[in-house]
């Protein structure tokens, strides 16, 4: 499986120095990836709901980031959300 971005949808900073990338791969899943200075975690999913679920139950991402990260996720749900 490739690890190839096809396009990058959030780069969210904590205070701490931690950062987390969401990220669409081009075999269409879902990566988040965590970093805090150089060592880094990736998740993978199918869809960016489940990507929410998961990094609930992270426990290498701070509270911080994951309020961040679920903010983002739910303004993109909104946004999707528009009838035509």
Do not use: K
Request: proline fraction near 1%.
């Amino acid at each position: 499986m490739t690890q190839t971005v096809r396009r990058a949808l959030l780069h969210v900073y904590g205070e701490d120095g931690q950062q987390a990338r969401l990220a669409i791969l081009l075999d269409g899943r879902v990566r988040l990836r965590i970093q805090m200075g150089d060592v880094s975690h990736d998740i993978y999913a199918s869809t960016l709901e489940e990507i929410g679920l998961l990094a609930a139950a992270e426990p290498l991402l701070c509270d911080e980031l994951y309020d961040q990260l679920t903010w983002e996720l739910e303004l993109m749900a909104l946004c999707g959300d528009r009838e035509s």
